[in-house]
């Protein structure tokens, strides 16, 4: 129970909730911490924050303090590979303790904001995490939630995990790189460091780039010695076009065991293609992967690298937010 006290009757009492201040443009933080006992040098700022009133709680029995109902939430839904800390105004964050892929049980999650009172806020499902970065911020709104609430949270969380993280595989990965004009030296390959750059992040390699001209068999034959000589994935550069010379879409026609997509409903990145030669992956990037920050192949390749295999289902879906 919450019982409303003049800031001015209130020295001595301590606060039943944090109190924010907020400067626009300047701050935004905690006043004062929940539990604080009030002084009388306290009510000028009390009042500065337009506190006249403020609350002292009484808990009756089925109540819970928003703190206490933070920190039950934060203890059921938070995975293995994730921490968190004292609640702050109410709310607990989820961080990540390492590297890897977020996945999100998006149906519990939305049992679970569909019990009155209760906030869960998470970043999406295949968001590529780092240590540290926050996952979830949870809280339930008023300042007691009934007990039972929460409860309801432990047991929609008890039954699996609603938030993980998958590590990433360290693959060793064979480039193919196609194009008469990077074989003969009239320009500079620039799809070799791109990628080289966007693997490491993950920590993957690069075992071998080979360059061929533009013959079909050519192409095929490299992408099967990679796999022949260990390589976990093969990636394709160059040549994804409609031109006559651009052939690598038929090379890896050719020797797939299994074509996924060839065009992704994404932009930029549309023609870039997936397909698996026995379990390995092969993709066929297109020209944009050397231009542009974010494409098709930065949305797959991370769940590709934590070894999931991706659908031709899920590629269709990629069109609901796919203008990138």
Not at 119 to 140: E, F, H, S, Y
Not at 196 to 220: C, H, N, T
Request: aromatic letters at 4%; one cysteine or more; proline letters at 4%.
């Amino acid at each position: 129970m919450k019982k409303e006290v003049r800031v001015q009757d209130a020295i001595g009492m301590r606060l039943a909730h944090d109190l924010t201040r907020i400067v626009p443009g300047e701050f935004k933080g905690r006043l004062f911490k929940k539990g604080h006992l009030i002084a009388e040098e306290d009510i000028p700022a009390l009042l500065d924050i337009g506190k006249e009133h403020i609350y002292i709680l009484q808990l009756t029995a089925g109540e819970l303090h928003e703190d206490d109902a933070a920190l039950r939430m934060g203890a059921a839904l938070a995975g293995e590979q994730m921490t968190f800390g004292e609640p702050h105004e109410g709310k607990v964050v989820l961080k990540a303790n390492q590297q890897g892929l977020l996945k999100v049980d998006v149906e519990r999650l939305f049992a679970i904001n569909m019990i009155d009172e209760i906030a869960v806020v998470a970043k999406q499902t295949d968001t590529v995490l780092a240590p540290g970065d926050k996952i979830v911020g949870l809280r339930a709104i008023p300042l007691t939630v009934a007990e039972e609430k929460v409860e309801q949270v432990e047991r929609i969380a008890a039954d699996g995990a609603v938030f993980s993280i998958k590590p990433f595989q360290r693959m060793k990965v064979g480039v193919v790189t196609t194009g008469s004009e990077v074989l003969n030296g009239r320009i500079e390959d620039k799809f070799g460091p791109r990628v080289r750059e966007k693997l490491e992040r993950f920590g993957s390699e690069v075992i071998e780039q080979k360059i061929v001209g533009d013959r079909l068999e050519d192409i095929a034959q490299a992408i099967v010695e990679f796999q022949q000589n260990g390589a976990d994935l093969v990636l394709c550069t160059g040549g994804m076009s409609v031109d006559p010379d651009d052939r690598t879409p038929g090379a890896i026609k050719r020797v797939a065991t299994e074509v996924v997509s060839y065009g992704m409903p994404v932009l930029p990145g549309s023609m870039m293609m997936l397909a698996y030669r026995e379990g390995m992956p092969i993709f066929g990037l297109p020209g944009c992967v050397i231009f542009d920050d974010f494409t098709s192949f930065d949305i797959l390749l991370p769940r590709v690298l934590a070894g999931e295999k991706v659908t031709r289902a899920e590629v269709a879906r990629l069109g609901h937010g796919g203008l990138l």
